[in-house]
């Protein structure tokens, strides 16, 4: 479970001050796949970092299955597994060259990183792309192995940010299928999109954030009712075209 | 944390290994490319050389009637004798010359031609030549010959170095210039590249969320960098070394090429002072690809480092092997030094260790700040 208190987080640049994230507090629990929708610069990814131990909190508090970040961050790494959006895996290493490095620096041994491997292999549709140098991959093909990689140490939490940017439609539905997959496991799922279908199909609960605020926060069904919205996109531009923030 | 460090230079050694574009570009090219330059150069030099030596050269002699000195031109190149302004070269003899008298010779000529510039050495070697003869015939009317005048026999006796003699002094004058270079631009694609190129793809936050340390991952790409600059330097050095090998190359370098070979310790030397500097090299490229926020904007702080590498290569080239142990306590400069050293035969162990303990400290602190890049949130900032 994910716990987020009060999280604060801001930027020092040049000449100024950029606060990504104003004091934001959700709960993602086991069994469930919780979504952070919003904008580009809302502050999802910075989240996001912040709970994957990248980055240091200004203020606030957030919890991996009680682990607190700021103090066992060693020990909630061992927990997460963690993909940014911004990743592009390039070079001339095979998928299977890099889950074997990635399985040596976690310090698993051979034999479990030959199990991963193939659990991988299959839930990912990789055999036919195991021994083909990443540089020749597609890209949906590459974003497949990014999310072994992420997923190679077993994590019991799954951290995605912006998963299916740049999937085609067979590849968007195999990491859907796998986060549903990680849900019935009773596995915490956060993903961040900006593909509303997405994360209406795929979230249990959803928070909206803009301009470092998360506006609300809930059930589908319930944000929905609670204002008064047809559809996800019709309440998702109403938060932020709406002007909530002076209600945050 | 070593044995992490270890994996991590290896995997980068390993996809650089299947990139055969790289790997052309960072150690074949040196190889290759310098001994084709070097040969290009002797073959043009030869060639020039030789068609100055075998070209008919048109001469108008002024002044000058005497056919004694006509002989003596042709002994020293060949030549005809052209009208007024039909020719290549002009010899204008002055003040009314007359054979054995006091004159001033003029030799006219374009010079902006190398063949030129040959055959005018040639025509001044045969009015040396012709001075000499008029010298020796007048001395015999008082029964004296031109030898009857050297009392003094020269003898230079060079005390240089043996390693200096035989090839030495141009490897000392050139190799220290393009292996530090190519240390240099070895180490600044991968450092750029395992750094800021790896924050750009996003593959670096998956590496920190792994359970590896920060440190061994600073020391892992610091690794990397510091073998990759080292190869693309000794890979300059032998392309150097097979230009000088070789007959047309070492006409390049006006010398008679690399006699005796280089022994094991002046060798042995030259790698350390190599692993040394190549530590240096890649532990500033490192920094400066941690704090980068994108590999074009990491090319622009290391660009201008480039260039004080090539400035500080290019003055120091026909510089004396120095005695100034401050000089020894400059990155590349004491490479440099200690290189020039150790190519013209003189071993000096002080500057060596000055040397070794310069660099080594700066590397450590470029390394130390490496892993402080590492573990702070800076590593990941992409804007």
Redesign the interface.
Known sequence: MIVVENLVKTFHLRHSCKTAVNNISFTAKDGEVFGLLGPNGAGKTTTLLSIATLLQADSGKITVDGLDVSTNSRAVRNRIGFLTGEMRLTGNLTPRELLYYFGQLDHMSKEYIEQRLEELTVDFELRNYLDVPIAKLSSGVTQKVSIAVALLNEPHIIIFDEPTTNLDVMATKIVSDFIKRAKDEGKCVLLSTHILSDAQRLCDRIGIMYEGHLLSEGPLSELLERYGSSDLEHLFFQLIEGGNLANV | MFN?AL??LK?EL??LT??RRTLFSTFFLPLIILPIIFIGMGVVFQSIEDKAKETTYKIEIVGNKDTAYREVLTKHLFWQEVGENEGDFKIIFGNNYTPGTRATVILSYDSSSRKNQIAAEMIKQSLVSYELELADKFLSLFNLSYEDLHTLKIIIDDTAQQAAQSGGAILAMLMPYFMVIFLFSGSMNAGLDTTSGEK????L????????SRTSIAWGKILYVSVVSLFSAIATFMGLLIAMTLPLGSVAFGSQGLNGGIGIGPLIVIIVSLISSALVSAGLITVIGCLAKSVKEGGSYVMPLYMVVVVVGVTTMYMDPSKNIFLFLIPIVNTIFVLKETFMGMHNILHLMVMLLSNLTIAYFEAKGVSALFNS?RI???V
């Open positions: 992490d994996l991590i995997k390993k996809n299947k990139d750009e793809r996003g593959s936050a998956v590496l920190l969320v792994n359970q590896v949130e990941l900032q992409t």
